[in-house]
C-alpha cells in the first residue's frame, strides 16, 4: 500500500471539504459554489480572474472526485516522495494553471469561430444559411425540431417572423455557450501528476481495469495523450475538457525538461 505524503494529504483534504461546502451551499441555501469558482469563459459575466486556480479544488459529481482523488493519490504520493512536499504541490499547481491556460486558448479559438459563423447568418438570415450553420455547430440543436423549423421556413422564405426567431434563437445561443461555458475539476492537474510519474517509473506496469495486462507507465501516458487529443478534436459535445487534460500533460512536460537542464529533476 501507498503511504499517503503530505502534499497529497493537503490536497486531498481541500478538495473533499470543496466538494462538501458545495453541497451544503447548494441543497440548504440554493448557492451554485460551481459558478464562482469554476472557471468560466474569459468574456463571461461569470468570469474571475482567481477561477484559473480555484477550479481545480471543485468537481461536478461524486464519481468525478473519487477517480481524480484516488489518481491523486496512486501517482501523487509516490512522485511527492521523490520530490518533496514543496517543489510537488507547486507541480501540482503549475500543471493545473497549464491546464486551464491551454483549456482556455482553445476555447476563445472555439467561441471565436462560433460567433463568427453565427454574424455570417445573422448578416443573411435564410434557412439555407441557418442549415449551414447548424451543420458547422450540431451540438447546439435539436435535430429534430430544426428539421422541422427549416422545412417550413423554406415552403414560406416570405414570412419575417421565421428570420426574426431563428436570429433571436442563435443570439441566445452565443449568449449561453459565452456565459454558461464552466470547467471544473482536477483532473487536469492529475494528468500534470501521471506524466511524471511516467518519467520517474517509465517501466513500472500499471494496470487498468478491464484490461488482463499490465501496461508501462510510459505506453500509458502515450496512449492517454493521443486518445485525449482525438476525443478533444472529436468528440466535442460529450462535457469533458480534453484540452485541459492535454494541457496538464504538456505544461508538465515542460516544467519537467527545464529541471532536467537544471539537473533537478
Known amino acids: 500500500m501507498i503511504n499517503f505524503t503530505q502534499g497529497v494529504k493537503i ?5 473533499l471539504s470543496m466538494f462538501a461546502l458545495a453541497w451544503i451551499l447548494q ?6 459554489l460551481s459558478h464562482i ?37 496512486l501517482f501523487g504520493s509516490m512522485v511527492e516522495q521523490v520530490w518533496g ?10 500543471t493545473g494553471i497549464g491546464a486551464a491556460a491551454l483549456h482556455a486558448g482553445v476555447n476563445w479559438w472555439q467561441m471565436h469561430t462560433l460567433i463568427d459563423d453565427a454574424q455570417l447568418f445573422i448578416n ?3 434557412s439555407d444559411t441557418l442549415a449551414l450553420f447548424s ?34 434563437q442563435v443570439q441566445d445561443m452565443i449568449d449561453h455557450a459565452i456565459n454558461n461555458t464552466c470547467m471544473l475539476g482536477a483532473s487536469g492537474a492529475v494528468f500534470g501528476l501521471l506524466l511524471a510519474f511516467g518519467m520517474m517509473y517509465p517501466d513500472i506496469k500499471l494496470y487498468i481495469m ?3 495486462i499490465g501496461i508501462k ?17 472529436f468528440a466535442t459535445n460529450d462535457g469533458i475538457a480534453h484540452f485541459a487534460h492535454l494541457g496538464g500533460l504538456l505544461f508538465g512536460f515542460i516544467i519537467i525538461k527545464i529541471w532536467q537542464k537544471q539537473n533537478e529533476f
Open 217 to 233: 507507465a510510459k505506453y500509458l501516458v502515450l496512449i492517454y495523450g493521443l486518445s485525449e487529443l482525438a476525443f478533444g478534436i
Open 124 to 126: 443573411n438570415p435564410t
Open 85 to 94: 512536499t514543496k517543489r510537488f504541490v507547486f507541480y501540482y499547481i503549475f
Open 11 to 15: 490536497i486531498l483534504l481541500i478538495n
Open 210 to 212: 478491464f484490461l488482463p
Open 135 to 168: 451543420e458547422n455547430h450540431t451540438a447546439l440543436f435539436n435535430k429534430q425540431a430544426l428539421s422541422d423549423f427549416l422545412a417550413e421556413w423554406s415552403e414560406h422564405p416570405e414570412i419575417t417572423q421565421y428570420s426574426d426567431l431563428a436570429i433571436e
Open 27 to 32: 441543497n440548504f441555501f440554493a448557492i451554485d
Open 37 to 73: 469558482l469554476g472557471m468560466f469563459y474569459f468574456k463571461s459575466s461569470n468570469y474571475h480572474h482567481y477561477q484559473i486556480i480555484t477550479h481545480m479544488f471543485m468537481h461536478g459529481s461524486i464519481l468525478h472526485l473519487l477517480f481524480n482523488m484516488y489518481s491523486l493519490y
